[in-house]
């Protein structure tokens, strides 16, 4: 039986819960200024904590006899089949309807492949069909390259360190992609986070000695995020084409300082079991897969439509508690398949 990671267990919640919130803001009316906007700073781009996390979860591959064909097929499995399932069904009525981002993927060609086909196969390839899928095609990229990952994480420590920050240097003049629309340019801005989370999982005894740093790095971002929004009016990350220059993304700093600081909190405060906690933690995949569906559904309720915070945090908290009892239903009804079909 594989040893638990509480801080990382509970992370993997609230970064969880951080998507949902994040993705709601964008309906519930919430203003990107002031106040607000600090708060939307805080709880945006949970990106980064799935990032870490899942090269702290992938740290236990290295410098052991990696299988690269056994790691692969695990992923398949637990990650993209899931994806696949919900994808199918989520990209077909994208198609029908030429859902969103149809300028990528209507036009392009002429019959019945540039009708369906190409839109079908480009939705599923780009994740853009609905919020937040963009992020699993990303994903599968990382673990097609685990094995440079691998042979990365074997290498001192002082050359891991210099080429985490030489990589954060890149990627905050490639920036984001816009529209989050290629998986490989978030490859490349994402990976010095995935990079960290292998370092943190491979030093974790030397890191952990650190752990009374965390409060105070999430308080300093808290402080800068406060300084940047009110000076700059800046809330949210630039997404650009990749080599188009638009300045350096100093951002990327901050969300490593909230990434770092929030695991070392986890890390001495909260290294136990929490139920509630360990339940969302246990089907986070499938509230990921699952919640964007929940949204789109319930906004269109006539009855449920609101605006400003109150509606932001009642609807977050009511999605994330939706998407939680479909995930245990779901659970309990494909019992061991449900790994197959939901991801959990």
Avoid at 9 to 24: K, L, Q, S, Y
Avoid at 61 to 74: A, Q
């Amino acid at each position: 039986m594989k040893e638990r990671n509480f801080p990382i267990e509970n992370m993997r919640a609230v970064a969880c819960v951080f998507v949902v919130f994040g993705h709601v803001w964008w309906i519930s009316g919430f203003p990107l200024d002031g106040v607000s906007g600090v708060l939307f700073k805080l709880v945006c781009d949970g990106t980064y904590y799935f990032c870490f996390i899942g090269g702290f979860l992938f740290g236990r591959y290295v410098c052991v006899d990696f299988g690269y064909k056994d790691y692969l097929r695990s992923r398949f499995f637990s990650t993209i089949l899931p994806y696949l399932f919900f994808c199918s069904i989520v990209v077909s009525a994208a198609v029908f309807a030429k859902g969103p981002y149809s300028e990528y993927f209507f036009g392009k060609f002429d019959g019945f492949f540039g009708r369906y086909v190409y839109p079908y196969v480009g939705y599923v390839l780009t994740g853009r069909a609905i919020t937040g899928y963009w992020f699993i095609p990303m994903m599968t990229l990382f673990f097609l390259v685990s094995p440079a990952v691998v042979r990365w994480g074997c290498m001192p420590l002082r050359f891991r360190c210099v080429s985490i920050l030489a990589w954060v240097f890149l990627a905050g003049f490639a920036g984001r992609s816009l529209d989050n629309i290629n998986p490989l340019q978030g490859l490349f801005y994402y990976m010095p986070t995935f990079m960290l989370g292998v370092l943190f999982c491979c030093e974790k005894e030397r890191l952990s000695r650190w752990s009374g740093w965390g409060l105070p790095l999430f308080l300093i971002f808290f402080f800068v995020s406060c300084v940047d929004l009110f000076c700059f009016g800046s809330a949210y990350e630039t997404q650009k084409p990749m080599f188009e220059y638009a300045g350096f993304n100093y951002n990327y700093f901050l969300k490593m300082a909230q990434v770092v600081g929030l695991y070392f909190c986890f890390e001495r405060w909260l290294n136990f079991s929490v139920r509630g906690v360990s339940v969302v933690s246990a089907v986070s995949f499938t509230i990921y897969l699952s919640h964007p569906v929940v949204i789109a559904v319930v906004h269109r309720l006539d009855f449920v439509n609101g605006s400003g915070a109150l509606y932001w945090l009642l609807m977050s908290l009511s999605v994330v508690g939706v998407c939680v009892g479909f995930s245990l239903l779901g659970k309990r009804v494909l019992k061991g398949k449900s790994r197959f079909v939901l991801g959990c």
